[in-house]
């Protein structure tokens, strides 16, 4: 797939913070994003990936802490793109008629020929070119998915970030999901995709687990299972369970390899001035702790996720 978002810089998100009601609803969240890579974020509910979410959209300032998108702030980068769980659609338009709304408003000072262009982009990039006369009231789950996407890829965002995407969709659509948005992140932009799927976690290259608004986890998923000492991710939930959060967080706190992976150097970048790599022993096999211890769109975008719970 040919790339053509733009690519400003990592996504970083260095000690935030985020407070309401007198309560923590994250805390110590310490993360780096890289153009180029899919990242999961699971967790129960009410462990805060809504509120995160939020912040990285820059719709929420933390209490604590900073988000950076290159050298700036997120909003300094150009419009970033959001797909909600509930595709905010007109069923009576066609694909076509759909696409051509949202270029019009999306991209309003661009000539016709360049905005289609950009219509024909990204219908390519999402695989929707046999179903433009389709109304969207007929399109299936995931194909009305495609196009909630296409909308957000018109404006060609550094930034993809994806709430429950695959929602509803049998495993083989999860699947098929899950491998388009690992091709727009190849393309050279970040995404993060918001799941509770566990079937194709393994397509990502970077998977974060928060509970209680704490890092739990953050690394190459299939590291996950051994960190965890479980044999499915679907085992994550259970383990998380068997001890209290803060737990969790200092342990991965401590855990050299947090500190190699935020040093990844990334795809396609050299290696040489990252930190060697880890045997997997001491990546992967750490023991499980032991004890308790657009104005428009943007304006629309912000009441949906206030609407929202932290969850």
């Known amino acids: 797939m040919p790339s053509s978002a733009s690519a400003p810089g990592d996504l970083r998100v260095r000690d935030v913070a985020v407070q309401a009601g007198g309560r923590s609803i994250l805390r110590d969240i310490d993360l780096r994003l890289v153009p180029g890579e899919l990242c999961a974020l699971i967790g129960p509910s009410g462990a805060g ?16 802490g900073a988000v950076t998108l290159g050298e ?7 419009p970033v793109g959001y797909v909600p769980q509930d595709d905010a659609l007109h069923g009576s338009l066609r694909v076509g008629q759909a696409l051509d709304f949202a270029a019009r408003l999306r991209l309003p000072a661009l000539p016709d020929a360049a905005r289609q262009q950009a219509l024909d982009r990204v219908v390519a990039q999402v695989g929707l070119g046999d179903r433009l006369d389709v109304k969207v009231a007929r399109l299936s789950g995931g194909q009305r998915k495609r196009v909630s996407v296409a909308m957000e890829l018109l404006t060609e965002p550094p930034l993809l970030i994806l709430d429950e995407p695959t929602s509803g969709l049998d495993p083989g659509l999860e699947a098929r999901m899950m491998g388009l948005f690992d091709d727009l992140a190849q393309a050279g932009r970040i995404v993060l995709v918001a799941t509770h799927a566990m079937q194709s976690l393994d397509r990502c290259a970077a998977l974060l687990v928060l509970v209680a608004g704490r890092v739990a986890w953050f690394g190459a998923p299939r590291d996950a299972l051994a960190w965890f000492e479980v044999q499915t991710y679907a085992g994550i939930f259970d383990r998380l369970q068997r001890h209290a959060p803060p737990v969790w967080s200092r342990r991965f706190l401590a855990s050299p390899g947090r500190a190699r992976f935020l040093a990844r150097p990334g795809p396609g970048r050299p290696a040489a001035s990252a930190p060697p790599p880890e045997t997997p022993a001491a990546t992967s096999t750490g023991p499980a702790p032991t004890g308790p211890s657009p104005q428009e769109r943007l304006a629309a975008l912000k009441a949906e996720l206030a609407n929202k719970g932290d969850g």
């Open 72 to 78: 700036g702030s997120v909003g300094a980068s150009g």
């Open 49 to 64: 990936k809504s509120t995160l979410m939020k912040v990285l959209l820059g719709l929420r300032r933390p209490a604590t």
